[in-house]
């Protein structure tokens, strides 16, 4: 069975800096990843995703994530947040099928203004 | 375009009743997931449809968890006797197909005193 790490469960920053949110998985097959986001008082939705090809992704609102498959990692950064972007993030993984969208333990971000 | 829709939104119940969640996913799509959000954690997958058919319930506890997907349309979602620790989110998603993007509902936030 697959599973997913998110190291930092708390992530407080100013406006403008840098952001980066660890990702890691286990699986032994092919994956897919994924970065779900949760804004205050609304629902899950998707951020970016991987499948295949290039292992740098672009999302919305100007976030991205790179696959590394040799450190079994799916980071995602953003040069620079905004206060919008104060939410909650999730990393996923499924496998090859498509099936058990598996998701990690999520990290809070706090972006003052 | 219509969201996935959930009801109840709460529910309060005392250990050892009944409880069911409905879900009603967005039209056309044949995949659809149950998940249980514990307070602080990731969603976690209990059960995957496609269509009627179930893909995957090994996380889902069968002595007390039930679901189904009459008509590979609405679904439910049941609990039978509840214990404490079942005290969740129950949040429901949908998706064209097994690799394409959840839409999540609102969720339904159960407390089992």
């Known amino acids: 069975a697959q599973s997913v790490s998110q190291h930092n469960h708390h992530v407080i920053l100013s406006e403008a800096a840098s952001l980066e949110l660890g990702c890691n998985y286990s699986y032994g097959g092919t994956v897919n990843l994924f970065w779900y986001v949760q804004y205050p008082g609304q629902h899950l939705q998707l951020l970016l995703k991987y499948f295949s090809g290039d292992p740098l992704v672009k999302g919305i609102k100007g976030f991205e994530a790179e696959f590394i498959k040799s450190k079994f990692s799916f980071n995602l950064r953003k040069p620079s947040v905004q206060w919008s972007d104060t939410a909650e993030y999730f990393c996923?993984?499924?496998?090859?099928?498509?099936?058990?969208?598996?998701f990690g333990g999520g990290t809070r971000l706090m972006v003052k203004p | 375009e219509a969201g996935v829709a959930q009801s109840p939104r709460y529910k309060i119940i005392e250990k050892r009743q009944s409880v069911a969640f409905w879900c009603n996913p967005i039209s056309g799509h044949a995949t659809l997931y149950w998940y249980q959000q514990i307070l602080g954690q990731g969603p976690k997958l209990l059960i995957q449809?496609?269509?009627?058919?179930?893909?995957?319930d090994s996380q889902l506890p069968k002595d007390r968890f039930s679901a189904e997907r009459l008509k590979g349309v609405d679904s439910t979602l049941k609990i039978q006797p509840a214990k404490l620790e079942d005290s969740a989110v129950y949040l429901c998603a949908s998706s064209l197909s097994r690799n394409e993007k959840l839409f999540f509902g609102s969720g339904t936030q159960l407390s089992v005193l």
């Open positions: 449809f496609q269509n009627n058919g179930v893909v995957d």
């Open positions: 996923a993984v499924n496998n090859n099928a498509g099936n058990m969208l598996t």
